[in-house]
Every structure is written in structure tokens, then in C-alpha cells.
């Protein structure tokens, strides 16, 4: 028996879009692992190899491996039935006919379950074999897909070409001409990290600088604050001790002392005020700092897709058709970027990587006219 429940529907909407223009029919054989399908078209010029791990999923139970041969027009169709947030869940029974599969809703008590017929699919799982490539190529995988869908425009050919230089995209066509370069870029991708040092130190020593003036200028008004209530103390034992005289004029002192003693409380209320409101405004003032602090954070988490890595043991220049490359493109939904990996007389791999697995094409490169 076979139960699979995925997190969000969408992935197996995006996967889906991804490859059926490709292939038609075509098995997903679930194993323990997880499910994976690997199939050609009708050209037997590309291959696609797709695997979502069994860690991909919230749910995964596979007794026995088996195939679920099924047309991938109609699991579209019954795939549009669901939202791209719903829980999806996969089911079918050993050597059963029928496939089932359950939407549930994540905000409401909604629950939908569409049934589909399988299909008996005679295809052989092809062995892909390890190969050294010569030169790969990590970029966006939105610009890869700029590249092939302008030149599409002029060509139905493309010829890619990795060197010192850098990668270039090279289409010629009746009408006009095309060329695109990408040059190694600074702090480029490598793992999926970042190799360029941010700058975020600068924007943190910056705030750390405004924290020490103004504590700084809280510990000098503390002490001028102290100071004065250091000589109005004064002022008052003195006048204390001043017994001398008549009892109008002790009654003077202490008049007169009350009123100092008024003014000087007074000043001790102002200046402790003007301290609140200079430290409320100090603090209102830090956050906004430190908003921008991690804004900058953010923009160089979003700039970790943005860079142009190429690794080259030799020079590689090959052609490809535009049309299966422009359907290869469509798999960018799933991962920010793509690998192109080449060498000489060797089908063009194009990998895109995301977190339940990953989608692969393999692409057989023209040979003179063809």
C-alpha cells in the first residue's frame, strides 16, 4: 500500500507543469525512498529524471515498490481540482487500478477526494551513469530562463560556450543575430552560500557607536545632577547651623531656606524630566536604527541567487535546440537556480535542486545540421 501526503499541493502542480509538454505518459515508481519517475519523449532527444525524497513528505508509507502509471494531462487536470496551500495526499492500494488522492483544506474543515484511473505502462527505468563533466555553470535560474526564452526569438538553436571568458548564449537566426555573455560574478554562488563577506558589520558597528554616546551623555548627567544635589545639600546644612540672631531672623533663614529648598527640588524635577524625554527620544530614535540594520540583512539574503559561479576544466562549446531548453526552463518555480553542467560529445544536464528533491533533464547536443 501506498500512502504519501505532501505538505502543499503545489509542488506536484509546479513538477507536473514542468514536464508535460515532454512526456505524455509515464510511471512513478515508489519505492522507500520516495517516488521518482524518469521517462523520454517522443523524440528520444531529452530525458527527464524527477525524485521527491521520502523526507519530502509529512507523511510516507510505501509497503512493496510500485508503479503508478498514469497519463499526465488527466493528473493535471485532477491536480487544478486543489489549491496550491492544500494538503495532498496520494493513495493506492497494492495492484490496484485506481489512484486517490485527498485535498485538505488548511484554513477550513473542506476535505475533496477525486479518484484516477492508472494506466499499464511498459517502460524499462533507464541507468543514468556517473559522468565527469568539463565545465559547470551555476546561475539564476530566472536569467536562464530570460536568455533561452529571448533568443527562442531569433533561433532554434543555441550554442552555449564556456570559457575563461565566461558562458556565453549564441543563437543565429534568418533575420538577426543574438549573443548573451556572463562573466564570473564577485561573491558568486557556491553550495548555496554566499562567498562574499556582507556588510552587515558596518551597519552593527554603527548602532553600537550611537548606544555608547548616549550612554556617554546619561553617565554626565548623572553626575551633574549628583554635583547639584551635592551644594543644595550643602546650602541647606549651613544655613541650619547658622543659630545666631534674633527669631525674625531665623525665621527669615527658614523662610528663605524653604524657598531654596522649593527651587532647588524644583530644578532636581526639571532635570530629571529633560532626562526622560531625552532618553525616550534617544530610544524611539534606536529601533528605527536597527530596522535599517536588518533591512540590509534582508537584501543580502535576497542577493544570494543573484551571482554567476563557473567552474571549467576545458573548453566546451556545444548547440542545443531552444525549444526543449524553453521547456526545461519552466522547472525555475521550483528552485532559485539551475546547474548547467557540459563536456564535449556529452548530453547537456540542467538540474534544478529544492528541498523535497529534485528535477533533472539530460539534453543531446546537435551534431552538425541536425
Do not use: W
Request: charged share 40%; hydrophobic share 30%.
Amino acid at each position: 500500500m501506498l500512502e504519501a501526503k505532501l505538505q502543499e499541493a503545489g509542488l506536484l502542480k509546479k513538477l507536473l507543469d514542468a514536464i508535460k509538454e515532454l512526456v505524455t505518459d509515464a510511471n512513478f515508481e515508489c519505492n522507500e525512498e520516495g517516488i521518482n519517475l524518469q521517462a523520454m519523449d517522443n523524440s528520444h532527444v531529452a530525458l527527464v529524471s524527477v525524485l521527491i525524497q521520502a523526507a519530502g513528505f509529512k507523511r510516507y508509507r510505501c509497503d512493496r515498490p510500485m508503479p503508478l502509471g498514469v497519463n499526465l494531462g488527466s493528473l493535471t487536470k485532477v491536480l487544478k481540482c486543489a489549491k496550491d496551500d492544500d494538503i495532498c495526499t496520494l493513495k493506492a492500494a497494492d495492484e490496484a487500478d485506481l489512484l486517490n488522492l485527498v485535498y485538505e483544506a488548511k484554513n477550513s474543515d473542506r476535505i475533496a477526494e477525486y479518484e484516477m484511473k492508472l494506466m499499464d505502462i511498459d517502460s524499462d527505468q533507464l541507468g543514468i551513469p556517473e559522468t565527469e563533466y568539463d565545465a559547470r555553470v551555476t546561475l539564476p535560474s530566472n536569467e536562464f530562463s530570460r536568455i533561452v526564452r529571448d533568443l527562442s526569438l531569433l533561433g532554434e538553436s543555441v550554442r552555449i560556450e564556456v570559457s575563461k571568458e565566461g558562458v556565453r548564449f549564441a543563437s543565429e537566426g534568418e533575420a538577426a543575430n543574438g549573443s548573451i555573455l556572463l562573466r564570473q560574478t564577485e561573491g558568486s554562488i557556491s553550495g548555496g552560500k554566499i562567498v562574499a563577506l556582507s556588510k552587515d558589520g558596518e551597519d552593527d558597528g554603527e548602532v553600537k557607536e550611537e548606544d555608547d554616546e548616549e550612554e556617554n551623555e546619561d553617565d554626565d548627567e548623572d553626575e551633574e545632577g549628583s554635583k547639584k544635589k551635592k551644594k543644595s545639600k550643602g546650602k541647606k546644612e549651613k544655613k541650619v547651623k547658622k543659630e545666631d540672631g534674633d527669631e525674625d531672623e531665623e525665621m527669615g533663614d527658614v523662610d528663605e531656606d524653604g524657598e531654596e529648598e522649593q527651587d532647588d527640588e524644583s530644578e532636581d524635577e526639571e532635570e530629571s524630566n529633560g532626562k526622560k524625554r531625552k532618553k525616550k527620544a534617544s530610544s524611539s530614535s534606536k529601533p528605527a536604527k536597527k530596522a535599517k540594520t536588518s533591512k540590509s540583512k534582508k537584501g543580502d539574503d535576497d542577493d544570494d541567487t543573484s551571482g554567476v559561479l563557473i567552474e571549467m576544466n576545458q573548453h566546451v562549446s556545444l548547440t542545443f535546440s531552444l525549444k526543449y531548453l524553453v521547456n526545461f526552463s519552466k522547472s525555475g518555480s521550483l528552485a532559485n537556480k539551475v546547474q548547467l553542467m557540459m563536456s564535449n560529445d556529452v548530453p547537456l544536464l540542467v538540474a534544478y535542486e529544492f528541498d523535497q528533491g529534485h528535477i533533472r533533464y539530460y539534453l543531446a547536443p546537435k551534431i552538425g545540421d541536425d
